[in-house]
């Protein structure tokens, strides 16, 4: 399979982030990560930076379960917009809480062309689901990254982010293969939760041995912060997915960039 290797400069065209780079070398990516992690607000903009930056299909599938809101099929209309592909419940089963999985998943893993992104949601619970797909998965053909926020329960130290790692691993049937630093409190976020973060990421690498594939932040926060301070690519976020209330509200995703 091909390997597509990315900069940050690429996607934002902001030759101030041109110092990191995001190396992808598998089609396969899964994102995963516990309650609030922010997986799936990553699983679209990496989508969109991966598109925009390697000319390849992009297929982003919804295989969150369990969460009732900030999940990936409340982005469709804007993938569709992008010319990126979303495997998602239809219709009447938009919003179903039961474990749908889709015919066509199996199918796309089997035979796909582009890359596969997998949000996976709702800590190891969610993570059932993956694990019935876990025969289709050769080892080399993936990328299993756990999502990191130090600001949420599962993940708030090393000792319980060390065991949520463990739990989705046994849940899931699959090997995690890297990290993604995403901390945050939403709207509150600032340098300091980042780094607090990033440092709670450094000591998972040191203790599991798996890489830190990148760090993400609002890219609002791009200006408040010293981006040397992080020895991995950069993934600044746009939010896509809001609360109902904001919707409502036409809270629109350009004011939150």
């Known amino acids: 399979?091909?390997?597509?290797?990315?900069?940050?400069?690429?996607?934002?065209?902001?030759?101030?982030?041109?110092?990191?780079?995001?190396?992808i070398t598998r089609q396969i990516i899964i994102?995963?990560?516990?309650?609030?992690s922010g997986k799936t607000e990553v699983s679209v903009n990496l989508a969109k930076y991966l598109y925009a930056s390697s000319h390849q299909p992009v297929t982003l599938i919804d295989l969150d379960l369990v969460n009732p809101y900030f999940r990936t099929r409340e982005a469709k209309d804007e993938m569709k917009e992008l010319g990126i592909d979303l495997i998602a419940p239809e219709g009447g089963k938009f919003y179903a809480d039961l474990p749908i999985l889709l015919p066509q998943v199996?199918?796309?893993?089997?035979?796909?062309?582009?890359?596969?992104?997998?949000?996976?949601?709702?800590?190891?619970?969610?993570?059932?689901?993956l694990g019935s797909l876990s025969d289709l998965f050769e080892d080399s053909s993936y990328e299993m990254l756990m999502v990191l926020n130090s600001r949420r329960p599962q993940t708030s130290s090393r000792k319980s982010a060390l065991e949520t790692v463990k739990r989705i691993e046994a849940t899931s049937r699959l090997k995690f293969t890297g990290l993604i630093s995403n901390s945050h409190m939403i709207d509150d976020t600032d340098a300091d939760i980042v780094r607090e973060g990033y440092d709670l990421s450094l000591e998972i690498k040191k203790k599991t041995g798996l890489p830190i594939r990148f760090v993400s932040f609002k890219k609002t926060l791009i200006g408040s912060m010293d981006l040397g301070d992080f020895n991995c690519p950069i993934l600044p976020l746009t939010r896509s997915l809001l609360k109902p209330?904001?919707?409502?509200?036409?809270?629109?995703?350009?004011?939150?960039q």
């Open 245 to 256: 209330w904001e919707r409502k509200e036409g809270y629109s995703r350009e004011e939150n």
């Open 1 to 23: 399979m091909a390997s597509v290797t990315l900069t940050v400069a690429n996607y934002e065209g902001n030759a101030v982030l041109d110092i990191k780079h995001l190396s």
């Open 31 to 36: 994102i995963v990560g516990g309650f609030g």
């Open 106 to 129: 199996r199918g796309l893993i089997e035979n796909h062309e582009g890359l596969l992104i997998f949000d996976v949601g709702g800590d190891a619970q969610g993570a059932k689901a």
